[in-house]
């Protein structure tokens, strides 16, 4: 069946560095491919999406690239902040229209 | 602007009690979810709520029950608590299964 595989956490990273969390998939056909961001104490927010190969979702000074290729939706910024640090979602919708997947999700925590 | 709202916020119980969680949403959504969230596993489908009127169980459905009062209120009941239903319950919704869920920001729930 469809999957999601995000890479383990926590993630440690200083202010202003790079970030990349990997994801991975298991589809069969086109997928829809989110991003979901978690702040401590709330609820999951979706930070962006991409719906087919080769469109980049971005939000916030996060980007991702739907890689039909390699399966994957890599998410990136170019310089964190400590308001950055959260939980981090990798998720999937089927191209049936019936179901949602999300990753097990990847900690983010920047320090100063 | 309130999306998805969960009541309560936080909540105790003890072994055997049991309780119901609301859980209401203002967008006009057809289909609603609950999930659990617990360490180092990420999200778990309780049941899932794809319109008005129908409701189908998730991956862990056991040790509860739902109600899909009308197109904007889904309930989950405990009947008989356990120490194991310890954890942070989510509810969310979408337009349709396959479209983004937007989240509430969880019920905290403790079962000594």
């Known amino acids: 069946g469809d999957s999601v595989t995000q890479m383990e956490g926590p993630v440690t990273l200083s202010e202003e560095a790079f970030l990349t969390i990997n994801c991975t998939y298991t589809a069969t056909g086109y997928p829809s491919l989110f991003w979901y961001v978690q702040y401590p104490g709330e609820g999951l927010q979706l930070l962006l999406k991409?719906?087919?190969?080769?469109d980049k979702g971005s939000n916030k000074g996060f980007e991702a690239t739907y890689r039909k290729e390699t399966t994957s939706f890599h998410l990136e910024k170019g310089s964190v902040q400590v308001s950055d640090s959260a939980v981090y979602f990798c998720?999937?919708?089927?191209?049936?229209?019936?179901?949602?997947?999300f990753g097990t999700g990847t900690s983010l925590t920047v320090i100063p | 602007n309130a999306g998805v709202t969960q009541t309560p916020k936080f909540q105790v119980l003890k072994t055997g009690q049991s309780m119901t969680l609301q859980c209401a949403q203002d967008m006009n959504h057809n289909s609603m979810y609950w999930y659990r969230q617990d360490p180092g596993m990420g999200l778990r489908l309780i049941y899932y709520?794809?319109?008005?009127?129908?409701?189908d169980k998730g991956e862990v459905p056991n040790g509860y029950n739902v109600s899909r009062l009308n197109k904007r209120e889904f309930s989950l009941r405990l009947e008989s608590a356990a120490p194991s239903q310890t954890s942070v319950y989510f509810c969310?919704?979408?337009?349709?299964?396959?479209?983004?869920?937007?989240f509430g920001d969880g019920t905290r729930l403790s079962i000594l």
């Open positions: 969310a919704s979408s337009v349709n299964r396959n479209q983004p869920q937007h």
């Open positions: 991409a719906t087919k190969a080769d």
């Open positions: 998720a999937l919708s089927d191209n049936t229209g019936n179901q949602f997947y």
């Open positions: 709520s794809a319109s008005e009127g129908t409701t």
